[in-house]
């Protein structure tokens, strides 16, 4: 079964730091771009990053602009996602997403999705 799983979420103070890491399971990385997602509670899912394939263009949302940031190894097989400064907005269910061609906002243009990780910023 192709999939994603991604881990390193938890419960952190605002102001700090977390890098939440992403891996497939079932397919080469290198031939996805890869996004990732948040999804607070009671709201839609939000586009956050997205990375084309070969890590050489990355595109942020603008809430997360400066704060965010993404990175693959295509060689280890991960994708990250270090988020710095974490505020309590931040707080939601974080996804991975592997889609076949190129970076895209719709989250319905992704084909594989992992089970997501909780990230919660609380004082």
């Known amino acids: 079964q192709l999939r994603l799983v991604e881990s390193g979420g938890g419960l952190m103070q605002p102001g700090g730091s977390l890098r939440l890491s992403c891996a497939p399971s079932?397919?080469?990385?290198?031939?996805?771009?890869i996004g990732w997602f948040r999804q607070a509670p009671g709201k839609e899912r939000e586009t956050v990053s997205c990375?084309?394939?070969?890590?050489?263009?990355?595109g942020y949302a603008d809430s997360v602009k400066g704060r965010f940031t993404m990175s693959r190894d295509n060689a280890r097989k991960m994708v990250y996602l270090q988020i710095d400064d974490l505020k309590f907005e931040d707080t939601g269910i974080y996804y991975c997403?592997?889609?076949?061609?190129?970076?895209?906002?719709?989250?319905?243009?992704?084909?594989?999705w992992g089970q997501g990780t909780q990230v919660t910023v609380s004082s």
């Open positions: 079932g397919f080469t990385l290198d031939i996805y771009a």
């Open positions: 997403a592997a889609r076949f061609d190129f970076c895209g906002i719709d989250p319905g243009g992704y084909n594989y």
């Open positions: 990375i084309n394939k070969s890590g050489s263009s990355v």
